[in-house]
């Protein structure tokens, strides 16, 4: 199981990103899949989920009508689509692979996890 994450920048307040995670190594389109993030000196965030064939997702509260969650599965890759960026979104973010077709804002119940992408968010 390989993920790789990309598309993370640098970019000013009220800005935008779109982040990619390919996936290799598995069939993709079995299992549920989040996004998560970890900020220097605190622990892992999770932020957001969604299911095998991407008709249900989730959010955390602090990134709720800010971020979308989406997926192609014919491309084995997750997106996480950012606007409205805030300096507190910054860190490190990073996809998750759930264990069935479903998810969980639990981050212990994932199984793998991928390299993550630096987002900064400053003026």
């Known amino acids: 199981v390989q993920l790789q994450a990309s598309g993370g920048g640098l970019v000013q307040p009220g800005g935008s990103l779109r982040l990619s995670c390919t996936a290799s190594g598995f069939t993709f389109s079995n299992y549920g899949m989040s996004w998560a993030r970890q900020a220097p000196g605190k622990g892992p965030e999770w932020v957001s989920a969604i299911n095998n064939g991407g008709g249900s997702t989730n959010y955390a509260e602090s990134v709720k009508g800010r971020f979308t969650i989406s997926r192609d599965n014919a491309k084995m890759t997750l997106y996480l689509q950012m606007n409205s960026l805030k300096p507190e979104d910054s860190a490190v973010y990073y996809c998750?692979?759930?264990?069935?077709?479903?998810?969980?804002?639990?981050?212990?119940?994932?199984?793998?996890r991928g390299q993550g992408t630096q987002v900064t968010v400053s003026s």
């Open positions: 998750a692979k759930s264990t069935d077709s479903w998810y969980s804002s639990d981050l212990d119940t994932y199984n793998y």
